[in-house]
């Protein structure tokens, strides 16, 4: 017997049918609002939506996982988690957003607010998808919603200039995906992700083995642009320094996360055979390896001579995508909760320091490192949550960031891939040179001013949670992994019949 869209308990599905709900409601009550009408009204009820997605993300672990239209679309424990990572990563950017200037386009464009909802509605899309249709539905839904947000700013050259780049060079990356995807969809005949599973076996013993890899090369090229990985980063720094800094947050930890969990879904589904026949240990493992110490290298070498703090901050992107890999790339210890538990790390620390970034730059109208010279003297708070957030982002020992990178070592460790296991303990020394350069210039530089920095009050909450979950992750680091280690990520990975008998 067919079934259809309406046979389903679509309740499961209430956290994007909220998010898709409000990004209607409010483009259509954007259009009947008078301009002369703040838009952060609509900014406040975006937030809210949010808000309220997350509370259903929330009550979803207390249900059984379901899929639906024949195994596509899944919520179980694996999507759950990531979503609830989106949602609080773009709760905390709405709030960023809601403290700009009257003068930004966060303040007086609508489209701003319910593009984001739109654009974490494909991130949510790319987590719960099990078929590569919804899957690149998913990650174009981001794509062209980030696109946008990037170049928002219409009268700013280096805003346009950036929205150019990451258009060219985020289609070219889809393209690569999507010609890898033709060739899997030729050689099994399916588009859902456990039909190809089975299929790919097949494939392996026909004798497809070279056609199998050269759809894995195109989508892994892909994917490194999509989470900005070496080689293909070149987009990140010239896109994170022309978007304004709420769209450069979203960028470095809500698209990357969705991205991530979106690869994984790809290649630890589609792709198991090859762990099973070894091709993974031999082909797939070492590839990914280099393109993650490539990334730790590259990402931390080229941030030493970045004076621009935005720029800076892409290459520490680069480097920590490198770092969030590696459990992936080794398929080590706990591989799926070291990765949740250190983009949620990524996400506090990361929040939190460009909102300070924002702040400081705005203010001294320099977005130079030079601009946070004597912060100390000027807002004693901001260069203490600054340094918090920089001293974990470099993984000094006892901060959030030093066990989020010690349980990516243990993967690397676990796996005897001890070589990388050096290049993540170099390349973390390396990042200390570019982190303290920034607390240097707020405690041992002279302000030319000793005015203290207006803080908004969002912005103040954000810098404050921002505080809250990196101290705290870093206190009782246990307790999370703990909860992340009890989640059954396998019933992500598992055919809809697995689902059935949890």
């Given at each position: 017997?067919?079934?259809?869209?309406?046979?389903?308990?679509?309740?499961?599905?209430?956290?994007?049918?909220?998010?898709?709900?409000?990004?209607?409601?409010?483009?259509?009550?954007?259009?009947?609002?008078?301009?002369?009408?703040?838009?952060?009204?609509?900014?406040?009820?975006?937030?809210?939506?949010?808000?309220?997605?997350?509370?259903?993300?929330?009550?979803?672990?207390?249900?059984?996982?379901?899929?639906?239209?024949?195994?596509?679309?899944?919520?179980?424990?694996?999507?759950?988690?990531?979503?609830?990572?989106?949602?609080?990563?773009?709760?905390?950017?709405?709030?960023?957003?809601?403290?700009?200037?009257k003068e930004d386009p966060e303040a007086k464009e609508g489209e701003y607010y319910y593009l984001l909802l739109t654009a974490v509605l494909g991130g949510m899309i790319m987590v719960s998808s099990a078929d590569l249709i919804t899957l690149f539905v998913g990650l174009e839904l981001l794509s062209l919603s980030s696109y946008i947000l990037v170049g928002i700013r219409k009268k700013e050259l280096q805003s346009n200039e950036a929205a150019w780049k990451y258009v060219v060079l985020g289609g070219v990356s889809s393209a690569f995906i999507l010609y890898g995807m033709s060739f899997v969809y030729g050689l099994t005949g399916s588009t859902n992700l456990f039909t190809i599973q089975q299929r790919m076996m097949e494939a392996l013993?026909?004798?497809?083995?070279?056609?199998?890899?050269?759809?894995?090369?195109?989508?892994?090229?892909?994917?490194?642009?999509?989470?900005?990985?070496?080689?293909?980063?070149?987009?990140?720094?010239?896109?994170?320094?022309?978007?304004?800094?709420?769209?450069?947050?979203?960028?470095?930890?809500?698209?990357?996360?969705?991205?991530?969990?979106?690869?994984?879904?790809?290649?630890?589904?589609?792709?198991?055979?090859?762990?099973?026949?070894?091709?993974?240990?031999?082909?797939?493992?070492?590839?990914?390896?280099?393109?993650?110490?490539?990334?730790?290298?590259?990402?931390?070498?080229?941030?030493?001579?970045?004076?621009?703090?935005?720029?800076?901050?892409?290459?520490?992107?680069?480097?920590?995508?490198?770092?969030?890999?590696?459990?992936?790339?080794?398929?080590?210890?706990?591989?799926?909760?070291?990765?949740?538990?250190?983009?949620?790390?990524?996400?506090?620390?990361?929040?939190?320091?460009?909102?300070?970034?924002?702040?400081?730059?705005?203010?001294?109208?320099?977005?130079?490192?030079?601009?946070?010279?004597?912060?100390?003297?000027?807002?004693?708070?901001?260069?203490?949550?600054?340094?918090?957030?920089?001293?974990?982002?470099?993984?000094?020992?006892?901060?959030?960031?030093?066990?989020?990178?010690?349980?990516?070592?243990?993967?690397?460790?676990?796996?005897?891939?001890?070589?990388?296991?050096?290049?993540?303990?170099?390349?973390?020394?390396?990042?200390?040179?570019?982190?303290?350069?920034?607390?240097?210039?707020?405690?041992?530089?002279?302000?030319?001013?000793?005015?203290?920095?207006?803080?908004?009050?969002?912005?103040?909450?954000?810098?404050?949670?921002?505080?809250?979950?990196?101290?705290?992750?870093?206190?009782?680091?246990?307790?999370?992994?703990?909860?992340?280690?009890?989640?059954?990520?396998?019933?992500?990975?598992?055919?809809?019949?697995?689902?059935?008998?949890?």
């Open positions: 017997m067919e079934q259809y869209l309406l046979d389903f308990d679509l309740k499961v599905m209430a956290p994007e049918l909220v998010i898709v709900s409000a990004a209607a409601l409010l483009s259509v009550i954007d259009l009947v609002l008078k301009e002369s009408v703040p838009r952060k009204i609509i900014g406040v009820l975006s937030l809210l939506s949010v808000i309220a997605a997350g509370v259903f993300v929330g009550m979803g672990f207390d249900h059984p996982s379901y899929q639906i239209l024949g195994d596509t679309y899944r919520i179980d424990p694996y999507s759950l988690t990531f979503k609830g990572i989106i949602l609080a990563g773009t709760a905390l950017v709405l709030l960023f957003s809601l403290g700009q200037k013993n026909g004798g497809y083995e070279l056609i199998i890899f050269l759809s894995l090369f195109l989508m892994v090229v892909g994917f490194g642009f999509k989470i900005a990985t070496a080689p293909f980063q070149m987009w990140t720094p010239d896109v994170y320094q022309g978007a304004s800094t709420p769209i450069t947050a979203f960028l470095s930890v809500v698209s990357k996360t969705a991205a991530f969990a979106f690869v994984m879904r790809i290649l630890l589904i589609a792709y198991v055979p090859l762990i099973n026949t070894g091709a993974w240990e031999e082909v797939v493992g070492p590839l990914l390896i280099i393109i993650a110490a490539l990334s730790m290298i590259v990402g931390n070498t080229v941030a030493l001579k970045q004076t621009n703090a935005k720029r800076l901050m892409a290459y520490s992107s680069i480097a920590q995508a490198g770092y969030i890999l590696v459990p992936l790339a080794t398929l080590g210890l706990m591989p799926f909760s070291s990765m949740a538990y250190y983009l949620l790390v990524y996400l506090f620390m990361t929040m939190g320091a460009f909102c300070i970034i924002d702040l400081v730059t705005r203010e001294s109208e320099n977005e130079k490192i030079s601009a946070f010279a004597g912060l100390h003297r000027k807002s004693p708070w901001l260069a203490f949550a600054m340094s918090v957030f920089l001293i974990s982002l470099a993984g000094i020992p006892v901060t959030a960031g030093f066990f989020g990178k010690f349980y990516l070592l243990t993967s690397a460790v676990s796996s005897q891939k001890f070589w990388l296991a050096g290049i993540m303990i170099v390349t973390t020394i390396i990042s200390y040179y570019y982190y303290f350069g920034i607390i240097r210039q707020m405690y041992f530089r002279s302000a030319p001013s000793v005015a203290a920095i207006p803080v908004p009050w969002t912005a103040g909450l954000v810098i404050v949670i921002g505080l809250a979950g990196t101290i705290g992750l870093g206190i009782y680091p246990d307790a999370v992994v703990q909860f992340l280690g009890k989640i059954n990520w396998g019933l992500g990975l598992s055919p809809a019949e697995n689902m059935m008998q949890q």
